[in-house]
């Protein structure tokens, strides 16, 4: 069992910038790799980004590839998302996960999740 507690998110103007966190507890944090995912009212969850265990290989989506960026620190527990340049388009709920197999672009290769934590991009 893993509890993930995301942090960090706001109301933020076009352009702006915030850096969520994912804290987790339970089974050792360092055997997962992690997934970033949002989802906007009205819309389904979509992949944001995926950091792998160790080496931090990273993934993003398309929309925010050169915008984003995931990190990790394995001895505290915490994955991170930094985001840049935000658009009104990046306004959703974000969660974090960790990954199990599969496609890391799908939600379904994801088991334990966070609540999440609301990002607002408007001016």
């Known amino acids: 069992q893993v509890q993930l507690v995301e942090s960090g998110g706001d109301l933020v103007q076009p352009g702006g910038s915030l850096r969520l966190s994912c804290a987790a507890s339970?089974?050792?944090?360092?055997?997962?790799?992690m997934g970033w995912f949002r989802q906007a009212p009205g819309k389904e969850r979509e992949f944001v980004g995926y950091i792998a265990q160790i080496g931090g290989a990273t993934l993003y989506a398309g929309s925010v590839r050169g915008r984003f960026a995931i990190s990790r620190d394995n001895a505290h527990n915490t994955v991170y998302l930094q985001m840049e340049s935000l658009k009104p388009e990046d306004t959703a709920v974000y969660y974090c996960?960790?990954?199990?197999?599969?496609?890391?672009?799908?939600?379904?290769?994801?088991?334990?999740w966070g609540r999440g934590t609301q990002v607002t991009v408007s001016s």
């Open positions: 996960a960790t990954y199990v197999r599969g496609t890391p672009y799908s939600p379904q290769s994801y088991t334990y």
């Open positions: 339970g089974r050792p944090f360092s055997a997962y790799a």
